[in-house]
């Protein structure tokens, strides 16, 4: 590959003396170039709890379950384990079985070179790892409190140290003990924050590990900057064939993406693949446009007029279907602004009276949110509007609950206000905190004038910013600011992992930015988290989420309909979304009809 | 030259074209400061991404605000910031450059020579950030970190121009007749630097407007007002949903007012500076 | 020059430099890890106890006192021990070493094309004073003077991104020298775009200031060739202030320019970097990028301090 960029002279005199003859023919090799909206700054497993780490970590490294390709709703099937795990009758004990065949990647930090096999050991080092305090862990919260020997106060001071609930039966089984019921248990283990790392590679590189990804993965890296990544198969992943049916194909849904030409091959298929982190949208747009640039674009909102001719349902324009492959999925996440329960002005006052009155206050801010009207100017039309905290995209969803939290009704919102002797000079000055860019700024000059269009004077509604998301983060895990707009990605597809957003344990600095505190809510909770998914679990799921929409804790919510496009010389079905990009191990290349 | 040499120079015709269109300007942000317009560039005006019309002369941005409110509001920032900068920083440059040359070589010269280099070397825009951090949220952290840089270069000028003004006559005269050092940089040394005052005070009323742009691109500029930078970061990426009236609009705003009063400035300093008056050269030719 | 007046020179030069590196390094140092940007709430995961708030901030060494800190920041720097990003575990000199020539590369094309273009056509406007290259650079700077990079910059983009379709908008996938201009031209244009007016102007008048020299007037009294009057007087007497405007302005362009540029175009360079550092808060790295400017920046000072000594023999040393 190298010898096409040498003058002239000096190739012919390095193919006489290295004899690169062998190349002077070489194969079209199948590169895909995939684009990304951010930038991931670590592929530490460890840290790797947004979807662009997780995207490269999840096709470095092996996780003991994943997502399978086409299903949906998403369905879990083992990776690095063998088969689904062992489960007690009592819920309590996992047997996990892991496959024979996979070995870490060739690195210098192994003895001699050569990468390993996977063994039991290592699952158990990888999660025992997330509780060293030098990890500086982001998910050590999914299993602490929950496996056995794992308390909320348990530091580990070294790797060895033994923990009664995590152990290697045998080199290829791993025991998992935990105190109480976690359906969501096996779904932890498909994030990427629980990939197998090898332990040899954690203390070679120490530090540097972030940067050094030794994995089990079908891909191995060979380039990582700040603009792209790029990544290579791994010799040793050998896996497959493909078996599309088991992965969820069904003939119908994925016709017209030629899709069927995968079947029975062994993956991965590609012999490059390079990600391109491109957080400008004109950049992606452009990059994607461009003969050269990449393969693969989720369309900025603010192009949507180009590709699309109609929005419910989104459609793309002729002129794209037919140069492109198209798709267009709900995002797995939502957006909602939060109000701060803790300020007594506002949220929970011990004076029923003044709670009650509170509640009005927040009942008629959300009354006079326009979603419809942010959806226009800020998502493009591009979003679903819907009340509470469990999104579309999730099984648990009610279609049919009343769209009355979210719709716009300003003189209802005069109305409480009055009725809770709520008059201009008597309402509370509140804070509203948003990252320091332009649009936040828009956001928040829309939201103080429809607030001062029911009476809210426009001079008791201060606005703070913050130059980074992190200022941004401290200031709500400090309870500083009183409205705040979020976003919460989903890792599975279950409605716990929004819900707990108001379990009371949460409050901040937890996920809880709310600091939601209703016992009814937190016993309900509880009782829905053990049980497993079926009609008694989704009745209290939804019963959840009308607490929530009835005490107004939120203005919500709104997930966004993402738009893909690709070229038409690359067989995938995308998703962004869920996952970790496993859809990449699968992507194959039409050769001879690249641009 | 002295201030009475400046207001001869003046008087005598200025270009026409950049002083009326400064003068606009002025008066544009005069009427907004009053009161008189553009006080409610917050308001959605109407619904968003409007073409120019009779009601919203300039079309309304993707919110629905008024475009033509918002940059006359716009122009009355940039003179604020300008105007904010430049005067205090001027005076800075003035009276660190004037007492560190009027002792050169010793003790203060060292310590003010130092504090200058000191501040040049840290990068301008890693300087402001950090100074916003520092500020917390109080308004004003941008001015703040502009006046404490923009300094620099004004005191260098002013000590090399003070350096060579002590040899002269009068000034030993007066020192001789026992002034004192503040009422020698002031009321002596000083007022000969005019010229040079003038000319930089109008270099970094430019560079302060210039540089809220960056700022307000990066998103570090004003926190509660509109200002062309912002305008022009708002409608970077409206471009590419085809909607260029927003970054036109404030683009050429910005562009007239600089030119304008850079080609004053050029004049005026041309005119001012003995060294390089337009007609020693002329009579080479 | 005598050896030992050379030699005590350097060592002054030299021992100057340092009160004003520490100035740098203590007034960046109080800002940046003061004052700055708390890095622990980018580092936590989604689901914090106050505890582990505690742990990572205790970590990131926010708990320690401010002079153990900076005392602890110089000794490793006199090291060269620049420390390790906080975000991803690279060594920081490794990160230096890679963004540092990307940077260079974006930049040199622009940079020199400018200052050279700057250059030809305030020699040219001298070659007939009053004439048309003299206008013309007075209108090319006061326009040049005007434009804003950021202006340049989103202009630059939507045409080649909108319209034509000539050169890549962004990223730096380079691996030959076609690829290589191919992803320099826009950056090159608008730097040079941004940078031509001021340097113009500069250049400009430093040319007209010599023609009004003496050895310059005798020298068309005497009725000697233009050429040679260029060449060999002007240009000789400008050669300094010019020398010295080009070496300052170096690393200016280098550390705030490149932010601005590197970040619009997606180029994993210095600029890049150190915008991601300051939002959010990885001080090795600040500290690395704060303590490199001041370094090139005193190196430019005492370049140029030692040239003008070399070069002008009015100035006596004191």
């Not at chain 1, 429809?450 to 426009?458: F, L, S």
């Not at chain 2, 079309?59 to 105007?83: K, S």
């Not at chain 2, 000969?192 to 003038?198: K, R, V």
Request: charged content about 20%.
């Amino acid at each position: 590959m190298s010898c096409a960029r040498l003058p002239g002279p000096v190739v012919l005199v390095f193919l006489l003396l290295t004899g690169c003859q062998q190349q002077a023919s070489p194969e079209p090799l199948k590169v895909y170039r995939h684009a990304l909206d951010g930038v991931p700054s670590s592929l530490d497993p460890a840290h790797a709890d947004d979807i662009y780490a997780a995207t490269l970590v999840g096709n470095l490294y092996d996780t003991l379950y994943r997502y399978k390709y086409l299903a949906r709703p998403h369905e879990l099937t083992p990776n690095l384990a063998a088969d689904f795990p062992q489960v007690s009758d009592d819920g309590l004990t996992y047997r996990i079985r892991l496959r024979e065949d996979a070995r870490f990647a060739d690195d210098p930090a192994f003895p001699g070179g050569h990468g390993r096999a996977v063994t039991a050991e290592d699952v158990v080092y990888s999660l025992k790892r997330h509780f060293l305090a030098e990890t500086r862990s982001r998910g050590d919260w999914l299993w602490r409190g929950r496996i056995v020997g794992l308390d909320p106060d348990t530091r580990l001071d070294t790797p060895d140290q033994p923990v009664a609930g995590l152990a290697a039966e045998d080199r290829s089984t791993v025991r998992i003990r935990l105190g109480a019921p976690y359906p969501q248990f096996a779904h932890t283990l498909a994030m990427a924050l629980s990939a197998i790392v090898p332990r040899e590679a954690v203390e070679h590189y120490g530090r540097e590990f972030g940067v050094h990804p030794v994995g089990s993965g079908p891909f191995r890296l060979v380039h990582f900057d700040e603009s792209r990544a790029v990544l290579e198969p791994n010799p040793h992943f050998r896996r497959g064939p493909i078996d599309l049916d088991a992965e969820g194909y069904d003939a119908e849904l994925h016709h017209g993406y030629a899709l069927e030409g995968v079947d029975g091959k062994a993956y991965p298929l590609l012999d490059r693949l390079e990600i391109h982190f491109i957080p400008e949208p004109t950049g992606r747009w452009t990059s994607f446009i461009s003969g050269s640039g990449v393969d693969f674009v989720m369309v900025p909102p603010e192009l949507s007029e180009r590709v699309l001719v109609g929005r419910e349902p989104p459609m793309f324009s002729r002129e794209m279907r037919q140069r492109y492959h198209s798709r267009h999925a709900v995002e797995a996440g939502f957006a909602f602004y939060g109000f701060n329960m803790a300020n007594p002005a506002i949220g929970h006052n011990p004076d029923p009276r003044r709670a009650q009155r509170n509640r009005a206050l927040r009942c008629a801010m959300r009354d006079a949110f326009d979603w419809d009207s942010r959806n226009r100017s800020f998502h493009h039309g591009l979003g679903h509007i819907f009340p509470g905290a469990i999104p579309p995209l999730l099984p648990d969803f009610d279609a049919r609950l009343s769209g009355d939290s979210t719709a716009h009704r300003p003189e209802r919102a005069r109305q409480r206000l009055a009725d809770a002797d709520w008059s201009p000079d008597r309402l509370p000055e509140l804070v509203y905190g948003m990252e320091a860019s332009v649009h936040q700024r828009q956001m928040f000059e829309q939201f103080r004038s429809w607030m001062d269009a029911i009476g809210y004077p426009a001079g008791k509604l201060s606005a703070r910013t913050f130059a980074s998301f992190g200022e941004y983060a401290r200031a709500i895990g400090n309870r500083r600011l009183d409205i705040f707009l979020l976003g919460w990605t989903l890792a599975y597809p279950d409605a716990q992992y929004s819900l707990q957003l108001f379990y009371g344990p949460n409050a901040a600095p937890g996920a809880n930015s709310f600091n939601y505190a209703n016992e009814d809510f937190d016993r309900l909770f509880e009782l829905a988290a053990t049980l497993p998914p079926g009609p008694e679990r989704t009745r209290l799921y939804r019963q959840l989420n009308e607490m929530v929409i009835d005490d107004c804790v939120l203005i919500g919510s709104i997930s966004r309909t993402r738009l893909y496009l690709w070229k038409r010389h690359v067989r995938m079905l995308p998703d962004t979304e869920m996952g970790n990009g496993e859809f990449l191990r699968f992507v194959d290349v039409i050769e001879g009809s690249a641009e | 030259m002295m201030p009475g040499e400046v207001r001869q120079t003046l008087r005598r015709r200025l270009p026409p074209a950049s002083t009326a269109i400064v003068t606009a300007y002025l008066l544009t942000a005069a009427g907004v400061w009053l009161g008189w317009w553009g006080s409610d560039w917050a308001a959605i005006a109407g619904p968003g991404r409007v073409g120019p019309s009779v009601e919203h002369w300039l079309g309304t941005n993707l919110v629905g605000q008024d475009i033509f409110t918002r940059l006359l509001a716009g122009t009355a920032r940039a003179f604020e910031i300008g105007l904010v900068v430049a005067i205090p920083s001027t005076v800075l440059g003035a009276v660190i450059g004037g007492l560190a040359g009027y002792f050169p070589n010793r003790w203060p010269d060292g310590v003010l020579m130092w504090l200058t280099g000191t501040l040049d070397a840290i990068p301008f825009y890693l300087f402001v950030i950090a100074l916003s951090y520092a500020l917390q949220d109080q308004p004003g952290a941008m001015q703040l970190a502009m006046i404490a840089t923009f300094w620099t270069l004004t005191a260098r000028l002013i000590r090399a121009e003070t350096m060579r003004l002590r040899q002269l006559d009068f000034v030993t005269a007066a020192r001789v007749s026992g002034v004192g050092t503040w009422r020698m940089i002031g009321r002596h040394i000083l007022p000969h630097t005019t010229h040079i005052l003038l000319v930089q005070s109008s270099i970094v009323f430019v560079a302060a407007i210039k540089a809220e742009v960056v700022l307000s691109f990066l998103g570090l500029g004003l926190q509660h007002s509109v200002s062309w930078g912002m305008m022009i970061a708002e409608a970077s990426q409206e471009i590419l949903a085809g909607h260029y009236m927003n970054f036109i609009c404030a683009s050429l705003a910005l562009l007239i007012l600089v030119l304008a009063v850079n080609h004053l400035t050029d004049r005026l300093q041309r005119r001012l500076d003995p060294r390089t008056r337009a007609e020693t050269v002329k009579r080479m030719g | 020059m005598s050896h030992g007046r050379f030699g005590r020179l350097l060592l002054r030069s030299t021992l100057g430099i340092l009160p004003l590196l520490l100035g740098v390094t203590l007034i960046s140092f109080s800002l940046t890890v003061h004052f700055g940007p708390d890095q622990t709430w980018e580092m936590l995961g989604r689901n914090p106890t106050p505890e582990q708030v505690a742990s990572v901030r205790q970590q990131l060494g926010y708990d320690r006192p401010f002079v153990v800190r900076y005392a602890d920041y110089l000794v490793r720097l006199g090291r060269f021990d620049l420390g390790y990003s906080q975000a991803s575990g690279e060594p920081v000199l490794a990160l230096l070493g890679r963004t540092l020539p990307v940077s260079v590369a974006l930049l040199a094309p622009g940079f020199v094309l400018g200052i050279g273009l700057a250059l030809a056509l305030a020699l040219g406007a001298s070659w007939r004073p009053g004439g048309f290259i003299g206008r013309l650079c007075s209108a090319t700077s006061a326009v040049g003077m005007s434009l804003s990079l950021v202006i340049v910059v989103i202009a630059l983009q939507a045409l080649f991104a909108v319209w034509l379709d000539w050169f890549p908008v962004r990223g730096w996938a380079v691996d030959g020298p076609a690829s290589y201009l191919r992803h320099v031209a826009i950056p090159t244009l608008a730097l040079i775009a941004a940078q031509l007016g001021y340097s113009l102007r500069f250049f400009h008048a430093v040319v007209q200031a010599t023609l009004n020299d003496a050895p310059v007037r005798t020298a068309r009294a005497l009725g000697l060739p233009r050429r040679r009057i260029l060449t060999r007087y002007v240009l000789r007497a400008a050669l300094l202030p010019i020398l010295t405007r080009i070496v300052f302005a170096m690393p200016l362009v280098l550390i705030s320019g490149s932010l601005i540029i590197e970040s619009h175009f997606g180029v994993p360079g210095l600029g890049r970097v150190t915008w991601e550092a300051i939002n959010s808060g990885d001080q090795p790295v600040l500290m690395a990028v704060v303590s490199l400017s001041a370094v090139l920046f005193v190196l430019a000072l005492g370049f140029a301090d030692l040239l003008g000594r070399l070069v002008d023999p009015r100035i006596r040393p004191t």
